[in-house]
C-alpha cells in the first residue's frame, strides 16, 4: 500500500511540473518557472523516496532525499526573492 500513495506522490508532483513549466511557456512568468523547478526536485524527491522504501531497503538514501528536498525548496525561495524586485 505503501508503493502506490508514494507512486501517487511522485506522479501528483510531476503532474504539478509539467503543468507549472507549461504555463511558464506560454506567460514567461518567472514565478511558475520556479514553482516547476521546485516541482521537478520535489518529483525527484518522491523518486528517490520509493527507491529508498521499495527498491533498496537495506540501504539509507534519506540524506540524498534531504538534500534534494532542500535544493527545490531553496530554488522556490530564491525565484520568490528574485521575482520581489
Known amino acids: ?3 502506490i500513495i508514494y507512486g501517487l506522490c511522485a506522479l501528483t508532483a510531476l503532474l504539478c511540473s509539467s503543468l507549472l513549466l507549461a504555463a511558464y511557456l506560454r506567460s514567461r512568468y518567472r514565478l511558475l518557472l520556479w514553482s516547476g ?6 518529483t525527484a524527491n518522491n523518486v528517490l523516496l520509493i527507491a529508498d522504501k521499495l527498491i533498496f531497503p537495506l540501504s539509507d538514501l534519506s540524506v540524498a532525499r534531504s538534500a534534494v528536498a532542500l535544493l527545490s525548496l531553496t530554488l522556490l525561495l530564491f525565484g520568490l526573492i528574485w521575482d520581489a524586485k
Open 1 to 3: 500500500m505503501g508503493g
Open 37 to 42: 523547478l521546485c516541482f521537478a526536485g520535489l
